[in-house]
């Protein structure tokens, strides 16, 4: 389990994970599409990354294990049974390389 937490921080430290959001949000001008509609991040919001783990057998990707980072856009507001974000969940997947492969967006953990 060692080797495992050395890789991801190795290769996905917190500080890269929050840059990628923060570029994501920036290039997009804080808009973000969710299934109920388009909502606006503000500039310099605080996020929390939830986890980061290696995911295995993925089979919309070519490569079989990536790098997933999940992170609760503005913070966490409750967790009330599941973990509740004040604007969305942005869930980010990266190569071994650390380079960002795609990303998605979420309303709930629990949807």
């Known amino acids: 389990m060692e080797r495992i937490e050395s890789i ?15 570029k994501l949000l920036s290039e997009a001008n804080g808009i973000v599409g969710l299934d109920s509609g388009e909502i606006v991040v503000p500039p310099d919001t605080v996020n929390t990354i ?6 295995g057998g993925l089979p919309e990707f070519v490569f ?38 795609t990303s998605d967006v979420m309303e709930s953990l629990d949807s």
């Open 64 to 101: 079989v294990n990536v790098l997933v980072a999940m992170v609760a856009i503005g913070g966490i507001q409750r967790v009330d049974p599941v973990p509740k974000a004040k604007y969305c969940f942005m869930r980010l997947f990266f190569d071994f390389e650390g380079s960002l492969v």
């Open 8 to 22: 991801i921080e190795e290769v996905l430290p917190e500080a890269k994970v929050y840059a990628c959001v923060d």
């Open 50 to 55: 939830i986890f980061r783990r290696i995911q």
